[in-house]
């Protein structure tokens, strides 16, 4: 049994087995369950187990971290155990000091923001893949890279073009097919709601003396909309006849869904997406280091609070608004900053475990995986938290100075965000990452912290 069987195998027993779970899913680096009774949890066992790198519970969901490749593996192999019935939809300290500061400091929204988020991440590998594709693009077209390669081989480009810009031409259909999972509503209906309001035919329809404008609102009309429609399909289940459900609900649901989509929610979207792209690219524009501190700074907090969720959507709207996104790249900073503070950390304590935890989660933090080193190293010490954060507006500052933007939603950090920045930015962003790692570290080297006893 090789070590993701073992793993998957150990944490059926520690959940209290095949019969407690109820629902079983993984994102990028967690695996979720969701079980019948809490009581029959071993979570002492399983917080301790070879690859659990950390912990926390989010409302009925348990999610054990186990690494960007590895859920999915894991995730696998645990079904591969299970009876088709079962098997759902779809280091310690690491872990207890993330599941405390979760419950410290989570806020009062972060329940339903992270519902908001649920319909995107299924698609951050959508999102991934376009986002790197596009930034081979951009680095084919440039001569001193790539030589003659761009016009001599058009077609190539023509086609990367197309598999990078797929996802986005279909991005409100898997919006609205994923909200309509979240919300609780049949997906093929959430897809129909989405297909309306993106369909080119509305250019043709004049209401109101106003021609209509397909995908107007993006995918904040699209949640609106489907949002309605689960509510609306609920509530005709409860009422029609068993006998003629089947048939009237998703008749009169598509017709009088589709009619407020068109008149009313539509129009309204539109002007939340507008106000939303427009408001952050002044914001970034204008505000420059200031804003760009701000929102760097800001952003681990918001983690913690779990408030940072809400901006899924927006990362999302900078992105058919604009085609490209200034604000990733400035909240990268943020992960970027701990990288810098762990480094301090690492070169000043002389806690031998402690080193080991450094010298096992840069790598990942490196490549923009920055849980580890946030749970396990930075924040436990306090200050060298701080000092990172500190660390992270530096560098924010200076990408928004810069106008650093990247082709891609949301998804990649770190190092690897630099492969999707937007032409003729790449450098700087690389010499914005280089200074938040040095600013991190020099403010933690300077704010110190109380090295902890082995």
Not at 96 to 115: H, I, T
Not at 245 to 259: H, K, M, R, Y
């Amino acid at each position: 049994m090789n070590k993701t069987h073992l793993l998957a195998s150990k944490i059926l027993q520690g959940v209290g087995g095949e019969a407690n779970i109820s629902k079983l899913e993984n994102c990028m680096t967690r695996v979720r369950v969701e079980v019948h009774d809490d009581g029959l949890l071993d979570l002492a066992s399983l917080k301790t187990l070879e690859g659990i790198k950390g912990y926390l519970k989010q409302g009925e969901q348990h999610q054990f971290i186990v690494g960007p490749g590895a859920a999915a593996k894991v995730v696998d192999a645990m079904r591969l155990q299970l009876s088709p019935v079962r098997t759902g939809s779809g280091e310690n300290d690491i872990a207890r000091n993330k599941a405390n500061a979760k419950a410290k400091y989570s806020a009062p929204m972060s329940g339903a923001l992270r519902k908001l988020a649920d319909v995107f991440i299924p698609l951050i590998p959508a999102f991934i893949a376009s986002g790197l594709i596009m930034g081979i693009i951009n680095l084919l077209k440039r001569p001193d890279i790539a030589g003659s390669i761009a016009t001599e081989y058009p077609n190539i480009l023509g086609l990367l073009a197309v598999f990078g810009g797929a996802v986005f031409a279909i991005m409100n259909i898997l919006v609205g097919v994923n909200a309509a999972r979240v919300f609780g509503g049949s997906q093929a209906m959430g897809g129909v709601m989405a297909g309306i309001l993106s369909s080119p035919a509305l250019a043709q329809i004049t209401l109101f003396g106003e021609t209509l404008q397909p995908g107007r609102g993006g995918v904040i009309a699209v949640l609106l909309v489907v949002a309605l429609m689960c509510w609306l399909e609920k509530r005709l289940r409860q009422w029609l006849p068993e006998s003629v459900e089947l048939i009237l609900n998703p008749l009169i649901t598509t017709l009088i869904t589709a009619t407020l989509a068109i008149i009313i929610l539509q129009p309204l979207g539109g002007l939340i997406s507008d106000g939303i792209a427009h408001g952050v690219n002044i914001a970034i524009d204008k505000g420059g280091l200031l804003v760009g501190a701000i929102l760097a700074g800001a952003f681990l907090p918001l983690v913690l609070s779990g408030l940072h969720q809400g901006l899924v959507p927006i990362h999302v709207e900078l992105i058919q608004a604009h085609g490209s996104n200034p604000l990733l790249p400035i909240l990268a900073m943020a992960g970027v900053g701990q990288v810098g503070a762990a480094i301090a950390v690492y070169m000043k304590t002389r806690n031998a475990r402690l080193k080991k935890v450094i010298k096992g989660a840069l790598p990942v933090g490196i490549l923009g995986i920055g849980e580890p080193l946030i749970f396990g190293v930075t924040l436990p010490l306090g200050r060298p938290f701080i000092g990172a954060c500190l660390g992270g507006a530096v560098g924010g500052a200076l990408i928004c100075y810069w106008k650093v933007a990247t082709v891609i939603t949301f998804g990649i950090s770190g190092l690897p965000l630099a492969l999707t920045i937007v032409s003729g930015k790449v450098m700087l962003y690389l010499a914005g990452l280089v200074i938040t790692v040095l600013a991190g570290f020099i403010f933690t080297w300077m704010m110190g912290f109380n090295d902890p006893e082995e």
